[in-house]
């Protein structure tokens, strides 16, 4: 590693600092200030200004920056693109990304190099971000962002990319696929990903310091929430298979879509009503189904969207009269409530807009199952994955037109399957016990499938009361095959 006083060559320095003038946020002048008052020697780093075509003062900046800043235009007018651009024209052998309106300590360059000397083990590391606050707002923002922040640095085992303040050696952000502008700033979580799935450790540099400077303005937190929701739909909907893509959290929003599904959702809540016994012996249980189903079998995913649409403005409009006259303690809590409501309501909206465009692949219960309405998120048990069914549930199966065996592979979690008293339906009518094989990993339906090969299956059976889970249990299924029924049928 080069000494901190001479440049690696005379043409190659061993920084390249980049820095996107979107977001600025009034504050790109400190910036650049900041990142003037390296205590390295000048030669040791280039700084990458990139611009979009939005900047309003050029004519300042390229009086400011004089000789001393690459301009890079671009026609992107998003900072993980310009951070991109940037990347693809450095020159130097660590990139550094940063955004616009933040600062480093005048020490941070020389941190940085001998960061790098003491840990080769490093591919990257994130510096140490402390917020800088103009309001009441500003200052619930900035303490939910840091809690998410040290929380990824210190206890996460991978989400370690911060655009603020991330240097990486090049190769290694090459090697990773680099920053994808259409991801937006959840581009940082699958840059993060993939650093992890190939083996590149990320430190994190506590002792160089950033000052991060929060707005405090509500409709700017939406945009942004927004634009990470919109590119974490979109990766989702891209289905794929890359080192780090199963690292990533499935939100339940996108796992659960096929719930909204109105077909679906009334083959569901038609069985439950076709089931008598459930209204004589379980009326409470059966209600609470009914009104489980009945809101997606009239709207769809509109009921849910317009709840959660309401959650989000009510929680707005607390919020805003909090910041005027609550405390600090509430103006916290409320954020919070808001942008947990807010990120809920975007995903509804993102996963309905990919649906009307054909929809996202999803991990369903095997390849014959096209949808599926009624089931949790993956589970493990001794080493087995599953998705417990809630006590109503409804796959779309495809196979050819004619006579087909069904299996519905469960594991053996609860009473044994023949006294569970539990009933298939088959695109609204119920299937013969003599139709239905039980064993003890689960349920073999001899079915005639109507043309064109696609048909609905549909059960009903009581809650599992679990202990100490509140969720409402039906089947713990494992897979759902489809295979051609060969055996002739008994009369």
């Not at 941070?108 to 707002?137: M, Q, T």
């Amino acid at each position: 590693m080069p000494s901190p006083q001479a440049a690696p060559d005379a043409e190659r320095p061993l920084f390249s600092v980049i820095i996107p003038l979107e977001f600025h946020r009034g504050q790109w002048e400190q910036s650049w200030q900041g990142w003037m008052s390296q205590t390295i020697a000048r030669q040791l780093y280039e700084i990458i200004l990139v611009v979009p075509p939005d900047f309003s003062p050029r004519e300042n900046l390229s009086a400011l920056a004089g000789g001393e800043a690459r301009l890079e235009f671009s026609d992107s007018a998003h900072d993980i693109g310009l951070c991109a651009i940037g990347a693809a024209r450095a020159r130097g052998k660590y990139l550094f990304f940063t955004e616009s309106h933040c600062w480093p300590e005048p020490d941070v360059l020389a941190l940085c190099v001998r960061a790098f000397e003491e840990h080769p083990e490093w591919s990257g590391f994130s510096c140490k971000s402390i917020p800088v606050c103009r309001n009441r707002l500003s200052e619930a923002e900035a303490a939910m962002y840091q809690a998410d922040i040290d929380f990824g640095m210190k206890v996460h085992p991978w989400r370690k990319v911060l655009d603020q303040c991330f240097v990486t050696r090049r190769e290694a952000y090459e090697e990773c696929g680099g920053l994808r502008e259409e991801l937006g700033h959840f581009a940082e979580w699958v840059l993060a990903a993939a650093y992890h799935a190939r083996g590149h450790v990320i430190g994190y540099l506590e002792e160089a310091r950033f000052h991060h400077y929060y707005i405090g303005r509500l409709s700017d937190l939406k945009t942004f929430t927004l634009d990470f929701v919109e590119g974490e739909i979109r990766y989702l909907s891209e289905g794929r298979r890359e080192p780090g893509s199963e690292l990533l959290d499935i939100p339940v929003e996108w796992s659960s879509q096929d719930d909204f599904d109105p077909a679906l959702a009334r083959s569901a809540l038609r069985a439950l009503v076709l089931d008598g016994r459930a209204w004589s012996r379980r009326p409470h249980e059966t209600w609470r189904g009914f009104r489980r189903w009945v809101g997606p079998a009239l709207f769809g995913n509109l009921s849910a969207r317009g709840a959660a649409r309401l959650a989000a403005a009510y929680a707005r409009c607390v919020l805003t009269a909090l910041a005027r006259v609550g405390s600090r303690e509430s103006i916290a809590r409320w954020m919070k409530r808001y942008i947990a409501a807010l990120i809920d309501f975007q995903r509804l909206d993102c996963i309905r807009r990919v649906r009307e465009a054909g929809g996202g692949p999803l991990q369903r219960l095997g390849d014959p199952v096209l949808a599926q309405a009624g089931f949790n998120a993956v589970e493990t048990w001794q080493g087995r994955a599953f998705r417990w069914s809630e006590p109503e549930a409804a796959v779309r199966i495809s196979a050819r037109p004619g006579r087909n065996v069904v299996r519905v592979q469960c594991l053996n979690v609860r009473e044994p399957f023949n006294r569970i008293g539990l009933r298939f339906y088959l695109d609204g009518e119920r299937i013969a016990e003599r139709s239905i094989a039980i064993d003890e990993d689960g349920f073999e339906l001899r079915l005639e499938l109507p043309s064109p090969g696609e048909a609905t299956l549909a059960w009903t059976c009581p809650r599992f009361a679990a202990v100490g889970d509140s969720r409402r249990l039906g089947l713990p299924v494992v897979a759902i095959e489809v295979a051609s029924d060969v055996q002739p049928r008994e009369a």
